[in-house]
């Protein structure tokens, strides 16, 4: 019953067939001569005879860890395979069309594989390199086995001390052309098993795109490099995810390091990976398969090394920036900017929390990266999303406990308050909201409702703390951990209530919301005293925290808002983890003013950083920030969300963007404009506040309606230039509202 489970979770039958109907045929394979120790290198070669090159050659391929594969000579696949694992057991595998890249004749299948052999935040290992390919090219079956060929790659190795920090899977690597040089010794494939086989178990499709490629690329200081010594600084035009690439003229031996900034300088108080080349004699040219970011990118170069050409190449999670925003203040078109820039740096395998310290997909984390995804990429970015839930919830304990980040292999703690996050009304809700995927919030339902039920409720009424194996809550000072805990509690049950709803689940429905009565009349009585939410045992100074998740969860009523807008005035306790759901509880209390004042006051050093494209994980850099402080943390990005979703105010009211809310809420800002890519399609919107009236124009997509909410009281109002009067619901189509004040 547990694999099946897992199964289902994976969002397809693990063993199913291939399109053609073919089952799984080929064999994990391997050679005699593995190592199976941490970053091992092997290659693979096959050859295939087409007669006649088909429309389509679909290649099923499972490899630990990642590989790389050409069909003759040509690059097909760049870093292909996800970290281990779906489950804790079970393994990807990739789908890869061959047909553009066969020819009539003899065609030559060649895999790079990179077993990382090592645990990490974002990676469970197996404990064994292999690989494992099947398919059809036309009539002609494709199966790894015994008749493949597999050797050593003795070039590659591990980069001397410092080695990357505990957290990180991958090692930093060398290459040493010199060994490249020589015959490699093949040898036929050692056949470990067929699918299904240990240590690999079941293998679940990739749920998310092969990387985007944007090839190789000039640096943007490509026409004069600078020089500081033996390094060569080159230019990147955003922190980005790149392979650096090299071109010398170069006497053997010599060695060259890639580093970025970002493992020099902003690394997060821990060491992250780097890239280094020994040189054979004469021109040669190479390119670093590890992943580094940054914005500069250093080559370390010896004396008597002539460079030819420097350039990297950018991959990253296949989606595109379709979300806009542009508004009359400057500082928030940079900050939307920063977080959009921020949360692409931090997609790849999995939403991360960074990519250079972590790479860990912690789930507090990925709730903001998921809702701001929404506002800011293409609808592909949906898949990530949808891995993170399945993972979280196909990792679930036997004592129904949830814990992250997954995958992992070196951590199983769990973090109760963000664990409740995801559950809820942030996380799951808001998932199905603007993604409409009901078959996924019905497949983990189940297991949510075990996880609720392991919370134990108090004498009072009230939940009591559930420590798990961190008890968190957020960085920084003043944490009023119990109704912090209470708050995101009431947001688990409410999410769940919706959900129930949904799925036609009147009971726990009914149930969920008699739990939801009883805790807020527990939490208000217990927390409020007159001018704010606190623990009476609490001693340090009142929690901000507190006073936003009680305005987002509906636990503060409205006669409470203007004492609480005093007490988000006054305390800066909040990480930018936490700064979003501050900022979204004063647009809900309708201090939209308020609300982008504070926001501009705690970014403004991030923001207003020319240095930077992304956001830090803390107010500062290195011991000025939170948790090492990195200085590309989407959480800090909440405020995209809030920009698009509140102060241009668009937000699905059913799920899947059937009918939208348009709710501008412009405060001081005279002018905004949002796009967003739905799952309907493209959502735009702009408005105008200006001094006599109130201009705002929709473009609703086929399939959906809007409801727009004007941000006052006008005189008259127009529609399309024609006297309208009542409620704005609007059909697909361009429409503009006047609003004569």
Not at 42 to 69: C, G
Not at 360 to 365: F, I, K, L, S
Not at 690 to 706: I, S
Request: glycine fraction near 8%; aromatic fraction near 12%; charged fraction near 20%.
């Amino acid at each position: 019953m547990k694999l099946l489970i897992s199964f289902i979770l994976s969002g397809l039958l693990l063993t199913s067939p291939l399109a053609h109907g073919q089952a799984w045929r080929g064999q994990w394979i391997t050679t005699a001569a593995a190592r199976n120790a941490p970053n091992e290198w092997l290659a693979y070669t096959h050859d295939v005879q087409v007669a006649r090159v088909p429309a389509q050659a679909r290649l099923r391929i499972a490899a630990d860890s990642k590989y790389w594969l050409w069909v003759n000579d040509q690059l097909v696949v760049f870093e292909g395979g996800l970290k281990r694992g779906p489950t804790p057991q079970d393994t990807y595998y990739d789908e890869v069309d061959v047909a553009p890249f066969l020819r009539p004749g003899n065609n030559k299948l060649y895999v790079q594989l990179w077993y990382f052999g090592k645990d990490g935040f974002s990676h469970k290992s197996s404990g064994r390199a292999g690989l494992l390919v099947d398919g059809q090219i036309g009539d002609q079956p494709v199966a790894s086995g015994a008749a493949w060929r597999v050797a050593p790659l003795p070039a590659f190795g591990t980069a001397p001390a410092p080695q990357p920090n505990s957290r990180i899977s991958e090692a930093s690597l060398v290459y040493d052309a010199r060994l490249a040089a020589q015959p490699l010794a093949w040898q036929p494939a050692r056949e470990v098993g067929p699918a299904g086989t240990a240590p690999w178990n079941q293998l679940v499709r990739r749920p998310i795109p092969q990387w985007k490629n944007f090839g190789l690329t000039p640096y943007r200081n490509a026409a004069r490099y600078e020089r500081r010594g033996d390094t060569i600084m080159c230019r990147l035009p955003y922190n980005a995810q790149i392979t650096p690439y090299l071109r010398v003229n170069a006497p053997a031996g010599q060695r060259i390091v890639m580093v970025t900034d970002n493992y020099v300088r902003f690394n997060g108080s821990s060491v992250n990976v780097r890239g280094e080349y020994i040189t054979k004699d004469g021109e040669q040219e190479y390119e670093s398969p590890g992943w580094l970011n940054g914005h500069w990118v250093y080559y370390v170069v010896p004396a008597g090394v002539q460079v030819l050409e420097l350039k990297y190449r950018e991959t990253g999670y296949h989606s595109e920036f379709a979300g806009r925003f542009t508004s009359s203040d400057p500082f928030l078109n940079r900050l939307w900017q920063k977080a959009q820039r921020t949360l692409y740096l931090t997609m790849r395998d999995n939403y991360m929390d960074c990519p250079d310290r972590e790479r860990a997909q912690w789930t507090g984390d990925a709730v903001l990266e998921s809702e701001e995804s929404f506002y800011a990429l293409d609808t592909q970015s949906h898949a990530l999303a949808r891995k993170w839930l399945r993972e979280l919830v196909a990792w679930q304990r036997p004592d129904h406990s949830l814990y992250s980040p997954v995958p992992a292999g070196n951590w199983d703690q769990e973090l109760p308050d963000q664990i409740l996050a995801t559950v809820g009304y942030y996380g799951l809700w808001t998932y199905y909201l603007h993604t409409g995927d009901r078959q996924t919030v019905a497949d983990l339902y189940p297991h949510v409702q075990r996880y609720l039920a392991l919370w134990e409720k108090r004498p009072d009424g009230l939940m009591a703390i559930r420590k798990g194996g961190w008890l968190w809550g957020d960085w920084g000072d003043n944490r009023d951990m119990l109704p912090l805990f209470n708050a995101w509690y009431y947001l688990a049950l409410k999410g769940n209530y919706l959900l129930a709803k949904e799925l036609g689940l009147t009971a726990d429905a009914a149930r969920h919301a008699q739990a939801m009565r009883a805790l807020a009349r527990a939490f208000n009585q217990t927390f409020w005293n007159g001018q704010s939410y606190r623990d009476p045992a609490y001693a340090g100074l009142t929690d901000d925290r507190v006073q936003a998740l009680a305005v987002d969860a509906g636990l503060a009523e409205a006669a409470k808002y203007p004492a609480l807008l005093q007490v988000l005035q006054q305390e800066r306790h909040a990480s930018p983890y936490m700064e979003k759901y501050v900022y979204e509880a004063l647009y809900r209390m309708n201090y939209p003013r308020q609300a982008n004042a504070r926001l501009e006051q705690r970014f403004a050093e991030m923001v207003n950083n020319a240095y930077f494209t992304t956001l830090f994980e803390g107010w500062g850099i290195g011991k000025n920030g939170f948790g090492g402080g990195t200085v590309n943390h989407a959480w800090s990005g909440g405020g995209l969300t809030i920009l698009s979703s509140r102060l241009c105010g668009v937000r699905p009211l059913t799920p899947g963007y059937g009918r939208f809310l348009v709710a501008p809420q412009p405060g001081s800002v005279a002018a905004a404009a949002a796009t967003l890519a739905c799952v309907k399609g493209k959502i735009v919107t702009d408005f105008r506040n200006e001094t006599r009236r109130f201009v705002l124009r929709v473009t609703v997509p086929a399939g959906a309606t809007a409801r727009v909410q004007l941000p006052g009281r006008y005189r008259a109002v127009q529609l399309n230039g024609r006297p309208h009067q009542g409620k704005l619901e609007l059909k697909p189509g361009t429409w503009q509202v006047v609003a004569r004040k």
